[in-house]
């Protein structure tokens, strides 16, 4: 009566063969395929994206901006480049007027006369476009893959180095789990794989090296 108030119950041992079970401590970590992180490539300020900053555990959407960063540049640098760019639409001004009256008398100028000045006023184009984006351009962190966001290390006006971790997002359906064995254990004697959950037994759908 008292082995069955504790629930204790008695079995008589029998000899069988049965699969051996080793207990290793491991971590839970994203797929590399279904998670990403987003790292700026320069140096600058964070400034919050089209929805604003997003919080961990919001999900994203892949090629979603996330945010912001405005490039941090010295003012004899911006300065150079202001310079660079009045200069190129002072001579953009000049080459406008010039190919027109080109085109307009077409019959009597060479076509190599005209096709110069078309590549001319196309360059100083170009130049422009890419000495303006520098000044005003920012670039946009943008979620590589679709998720959860897992962490988020982003405030308004925060100042961030290259490389530097700022969202993490990963996929809470497609994790994976690594362990550690100190002994070699060959994978096709394994049967089959659990995680310990709390107090619940999970399988795993995969097991690999």
Same mark, same amino acid.
């Given at each position: 009566p008292?082995?069955?108030?504790? @629930?204790?119950?008695t079995?008589l041992?029998?000899t069988?063969?049965?699969?051996? /079970?080793?207990? *290793?401590n ?5 797929d590399?395929n279904?998670?990403g $992180?987003?790292?700026? +490539?320069?140096a ?6 089209p929805?604003?900053? #997003?919080?961990p555990?919001?999900t994203?959407? $892949?090629?979603e ?6 490039? /941090?540049i !010295?003012?004899? &640098? ?5 310079a660079? =760019?009045a200069?190129l ?5 000049l080459a ?11 019959? %009597?100028v060479?076509?190599?006369e005209? &096709?110069?000045?078309e590549?001319?006023l196309? /360059?100083? $184009?170009?130049?422009? !476009?890419?000495? @303006?984006?520098?000044?005003s351009g ?6 590589p893959?679709? @998720?959860? *966001?897992a962490a /988020?290390n !982003?405030l308004?006006?925060?100042?961030v &180095? #290259?490389?530097? =971790? ?5 996929? #809470?359906?497609s *994790?994976?789990?690594? !362990? %550690?064995?100190f002994?070699t254990?060959? *994978?096709?004697?394994v049967?089959a ?9 999970v399988? +795993?759908?995969?097991? @690999?090296?």
């Amino acid at each position: 009566p008292a082995q069955r108030q504790l @629930g204790v119950r008695t079995l008589l041992a029998q000899t069988a063969g049965l699969p051996r /079970s080793v207990e *290793l401590n491991g971590k839970v970590v994203m797929d590399p395929n279904a998670g990403g $992180k987003v790292q700026p +490539l320069n140096a600058g300020r964070i400034e919050p994206g089209p929805q604003g900053l #997003p919080s961990p555990g919001q999900t994203v959407r $892949k090629g979603e901006v996330l945010a912001y960063v405005m490039p /941090s540049i !010295a003012p004899i &640098e911006r300065s150079n480049q202001a310079a660079q =760019l009045a200069e190129l639409q002072a001579a953009r001004r000049l080459a406008d007027p010039r190919l027109t009256r080109l085109q307009e008398l077409a019959d %009597t100028v060479p076509r190599k006369e005209i &096709e110069a000045a078309e590549s001319e006023l196309a /360059s100083l $184009k170009g130049r422009i !476009a890419a000495v @303006g984006s520098g000044l005003s351009g920012r670039e946009a962190l943008v979620a590589p893959v679709s @998720g959860v *966001l897992a962490a /988020s290390n !982003a405030l308004v006006g925060q100042v961030v &180095e #290259p490389r530097e =971790l700022i969202f993490e997002i990963i996929d #809470p359906d497609s *994790l994976h789990v690594e !362990a %550690t064995a100190f002994d070699t254990i060959p *994978l096709d004697q394994v049967a089959a794989a659990t995680v310990v959950v709390g107090d619940r037994s999970v399988p +795993l759908s995969y097991v @690999g090296a």
